[in-house]
């Protein structure tokens, strides 16, 4: 990590910012954090999470943040030392990395001193960033479970630490990947996250709202775009200075993290499109979507019109030699780019202004703290089923909602072949994922509900109707923080079931029949016991009491056939022998 001075004068110098720096803590105790040589290396991946070839020199550095106050920097390292195997197993309390293979999170004074190890484990935890609380939000592997589309690569999501690296919790239970947590000037985290539950992989990488302490996970915008309409991912979600927008990296879903750069504007219309998006590089095609390159990335914002990045002109040219020669440039929103410094042996990434800013408002944290095997809660109000963006049929009446669970994939998708429901057309390198019903609440006339729902999980619902279960259609999966004070509030529909909102402030809530009643719990489903499976059959598909869907048993030895539980999709499901 360098420090570039003298920017705008003559004398323009660059400090390595560890240059004398030692770790005082922790497992590189009197030990110095070093890159390696730039050359090429010859190494093999086979997929499945284990590297072979050569012994590479020194480590790597990734994702550098500064705090508030701009006196010091976080930053993740990996030493790349120990063994390279993939280390396969479902035990939740350690990963599958060797410790020298992993990215752990650091601080550094801005002066070089104070050089101090928070994380460490068998987990890659990288991507900090300082809160306006003091806390550090950051991503780690420590979720548990494994990306559902080929290829052995454990899923991350967002979690954060006190300022000393104790205290590490999940805020977000996601299932599936996220990236770049990042605070509004509301104070709010937003982040990247990867949204395909039941719909195709590829087209669901957009930003994400949530407050501190991991309440009302939603989406800005976009999470049912058309993939040609739009880039793939929306990545390196940054908030404009004095502005409402973000700045955020338009990238591919099968490349780096590099592409154009865009200015999203939640205020507007979300039309799953590019309605809040405009694009600010004209000059470069979204990649993969649009046949475009991996020329730009990680702008910071300096106004509403100038902004740092990093561009390598060289991604356009097909004869120019290895990718990634990107330098550090200042771009506005008039067309103009100026080189600000270029390395001819490394690329520059990650700019961010040596400087103090305003801190953000701190959020009150209205989680309850529980130890992690304790069981946790949460009550949830939902307001009003009707409300969705297609109307229902007429005289439609919805009676209950059937709440259940997405289940992570425990094992990687590219070990096994399995699956528990037909997929998409275009999806057809995705798993789908098994879920556990949770049980039926029951549904007011005016649409309301007011229930109890298992927290730290990520869940769904279906209307019941006369004409049977609903199917939710590329719902947004909420979790629940077991929470303090007023409940979470939700409004469901068919298009995006149990979207949590929780209120602002304290205070009486809306005026619904639920709400005046006692919250209920979820009533178990009586399912019928499952019989005897044929040879070599891992589930079977058995009908429910009502509705068309199915339940699958026989898969789960933790699953008691009868008990309320079990395993579901949105559709009737069989499975090969």
């Not at 005082?24 to 009197?30: E, F, P, S, V």
């Not at 739009?230 to 404009?240: A, K």
């Not at 991604?315 to 410094?341: C, H, T, V, W």
């Not at 009446?397 to 072949?417: D, E, F, G």
Request: hydrophobic share 35%; aromatic share 8%.
């Amino acid at each position: 990590m360098y420090v570039l001075e003298g920017l705008w004068g003559p004398d323009l110098r660059l400090r390595d910012l560890l240059e004398n720096s030692v770790c005082r803590n922790g497992r590189l105790a009197g030990q110095r954090l070093t890159g390696g040589p730039r050359r090429h290396w010859d190494l093999h991946y086979d997929g499945m999470g284990n590297l072979a070839g050569e012994e590479t020199e020194g480590g790597s550095f990734l994702s550098p943040a500064l705090s508030y106050d701009g006196q010091t920097v976080l930053f993740a390292y990996v030493e790349c030392q120990g063994d390279r195997q993939h280390r396969a197993h479902t035990d939740p309390t350690r990963g599958h990395w060797a410790e020298g293979r992993c990215y752990h999170i650091f601080r550094v004074n801005r002066d070089g001193l104070g050089l101090t190890q928070l994380t460490d484990g068998t987990w890659n935890d990288f991507d900090p960033c300082w809160l306006p609380n003091g806390r550090i939000a950051f991503i780690s592997e420590r979720r548990g479970g494994y990306l559902r589309c080929g290829r052995v690569c454990p899923t991350y999501t967002v979690y954060d630490m006190a300022a000393d690296g104790s205290d590490i919790r999940c805020l977000s239970f996601h299932e599936t990947n996220e990236w770049h947590p990042g605070v509004t000037h509301d104070g709010q985290i937003v982040y990247t996250r990867w949204d395909y539950v039941d719909r195709h992989g590829v087209v669901a990488h957009t930003p994400w709202l949530m407050s501190p302490d991991g309440r009302d996970p939603r989406a800005v915008h976009g999470n049912y775009a058309f993939r040609s309409a739009r880039p793939d991912m929306e990545l390196n979600v940054r908030p404009i200075p004095e502005s409402r927008r973000f700045v955020a990296t338009g990238a591919p879903h099968h490349g780096q993290a590099f592409g154009s750069l865009v200015v999203v504007d939640p205020r507007l219309p979300d039309d799953d499109g590019m309605g809040p998006v405009r694009r600010l590089t004209p000059d470069v095609d979204f990649p993969e979507t649009q046949g475009g390159v991996e020329a730009y990335g990680e702008a910071w914002a300096l106004s509403e019109h100038y902004y740092l990045c990093v561009y390598d002109p060289a991604q356009r040219l097909a004869d120019a030699g290895p990718k990634g020669a990107y330098g550090l440039y200042l771009l506005d929103s008039f067309g103009n780019r100026e080189l600000i410094y270029r390395d001819p042996d490394i690329g520059c990434h990650s700019p961010v202004p040596l400087r103090a800013r305003p801190t953000p408002p701190v959020i009150p944290d209205q989680s309850e703290r529980l130890a992690a095997d304790e069981p946790a809660e949460a009550t949830v109000a939902v307001m009003d089923v009707y409300r969705s963006r297609q109307p229902w049929p007429a005289g439609t009446r919805i009676k209950a909602l059937r709440v259940y669970q997405i289940l992570p994939l425990s094992v990687a998708s590219a070990a096994v072949a399995h699956n528990t429901g037909l997929q998409i057309p275009q999806g057809n390198d995705s798993v789908n994922l098994a879920r556990a019903v949770l049980g039926e609440v029951p549904v007011e006339a005016d649409g309301s509900a007011h229930f109890v729902v298992p927290a730290r999980k990520e869940l769904f619902s279906k209307p019941w109707t006369k004409r049977g279960w609903r199917s939710p259609r590329c719902g947004r999966p909420p979790s629940f923080s077991p929470a303090n004070g007023p409940p979470a509030w939700a409004v469901t529909s068919r298009r995006r079931p149990l979207r949590c909102r929780a209120p602002a402030h304290p205070g009486p809530a809306p005026a619904a029949v639920a709400t005046r009643l006692r919250p209920g719990r979820c009533q178990p489903l009586q399912l019928p016991a499952p019989g005897p499976t044929g040879a070599g059959t891992s589930l079977r598909a058995l009908p429910h009491a009502r509705g068309g869907e199915s339940a699958v048993a026989g898969g789960n030895p933790g699953l008691a056939p009868g008990a309320g539980v079990g395993w579901t999709c949105p559709r009737p499901i069989t499975r090969r022998t």
